[in-house]
């Protein structure tokens, strides 16, 4: 059994741009993209109302519904290469 997705609520900004550059970089449904969209437009118009672990929920209910097991791993894979850039 595949372990629980989870996300840090720290790394919320960089889950968002990895989950855009994922949904808009591939073929992903117009669906799954207007649903994002709507979570970044949220996020970034709203932070005071919508704190990073809020952000962080809606992001992994968001990856729940329209990404497969694969495409996380892949994605996670992503958050760390982005995660030592942004470190150095």
Avoid at 7 to 33: C, I, K, N, Y
Avoid at 44 to 63: E, G, N, V
């Amino acid at each position: 059994m595949p372990r629980k997705r989870s996300m840090d609520a720290t790394e919320a900004p960089l889950w968002l741009a990895v989950l855009l550059d994922h949904a808009f970089g591939e073929s992903a449904s117009r669906r799954a993209q207007l649903d994002l969209l709507a979570i970044a437009h949220d996020v970034t118009a709203y932070p005071d109302d919508i704190p990073p672990h809020r952000a962080s929920a809606l992001m992994l209910d968001w990856s729940e519904r329209w990404l497969d097991a694969e495409e996380w791993q892949r994605l996670q894979a992503r958050l760390r290469q982005r995660r030592r850039r942004s470190r150095q």
